[in-house]
């Protein structure tokens, strides 16, 4: 059985970092690309940052790049992003997916397995 597990969200002052991490099981993480999502209350999801399967490839929002940075650790199954210079804007639940492929892919609809979200708010 396919999951992934979001885990690190919390509440941070602006200024902050927080580290996520998305712990996948029942496949064998060196063979998807992995995405970062999120979604904020009234929006739509966006995509936040991706990596490529094997390459290390990555692909950053413009709202996040120089902030965000996302990492994968293949022998513990585990995807990282950390998030520095928190914003409230960056208040949003926050989701890691899966596909199968090299990637980067940017889009929610190239993935086929979601973890549940970890929300994420950035106040003072």
């Known amino acids: 059985q396919v999951q992934l597990v979001e885990s690190g969200g919390g509440l941070v002052q602006p200024g902050g970092s927080q580290r996520l991490s998305c712990i996948v099981s029942?496949?064998?993480?060196?063979?998807?690309?992995i995405g970062w999502f999120r979604q904020a209350p009234g929006k739509e999801r966006e995509g936040v940052s991706c990596?490529?399967?094997?390459?290390?490839?990555?692909y950053y929002a413009d709202s996040v790049k120089g902030r965000f940075t996302i990492s994968r650790d293949n022998a513990k199954n585990t995807v990282y992003l950390q998030m520095n210079s928190l914003k409230p804007e960056d208040t949003a639940v926050y989701y890691c997916?899966?596909?199968?492929?090299?990637?980067?892919?940017?889009?929610?609809?190239?993935?086929?397995?979601w973890g549940q979200g970890t929300q994420v708010t950035v106040s003072s």
């Open positions: 990596i490529s399967r094997s390459d290390g490839s990555t």
């Open positions: 997916a899966a596909t199968r492929g090299e990637g980067p892919y940017t889009f929610a609809y190239e993935y086929d397995y």
């Open positions: 029942g496949f064998t993480l060196d063979a998807y690309a």
